[in-house]
């Protein structure tokens, strides 16, 4: 069984910066990209940014300059630092990951529960 929990959503106001953290655990041979993702009310769930195994980065286009991926491999936990922060960026933020599973080799698309990140005008 695999588990992704994700920490650090709050209140902040606009232009304020919060950093959420995605630790993965549990069965886990490899894990892939890990990614980010986010749903505002009334909205679908869109990509926010995702980085692969080797670092490479890939953001939502209107994100890029006030968010930032990372990842900790040997922590298996990914990261997104928002800078800058709207009131447009309120959501609750998502964590997605490939992994996989070291006894049937095969790969799953794993979710986090979610952590509500709200910023007040």
């Known amino acids: 069984q695999v588990q992704l929990v994700e920490s650090g959503g709050g209140l902040v106001q606009a232009g304020g910066s919060l950093r959420l953290s995605c630790a993965a655990s549990?069965?886990?041979?490899?894990?892939?990209?890990m990614s980010w993702y986010r749903q505002a009310p009334g909205k679908q769930r869109e990509l926010v940014a995702a980085?692969?195994?080797?670092?490479?980065?890939n953001y939502q286009d209107s994100l890029k300059g006030r968010f930032i991926i990372s990842r900790d491999n040997a922590k298996r936990t990914v990261y997104l630092q928002m800078n800058s922060l709207k009131p447009e960026d309120t959501a609750v933020y998502y964590c997605n990951s490939v992994i996989r599973n070291p006894i049937t080799g095969g790969r799953g698309d794993y979710w986090g529960q979610g952590t509500q990140v709200t910023v007040s005008s």
């Open positions: 980085i692969t195994s080797g670092g490479s980065t």
């Open positions: 549990g069965s886990i041979f490899s894990i892939s990209t």
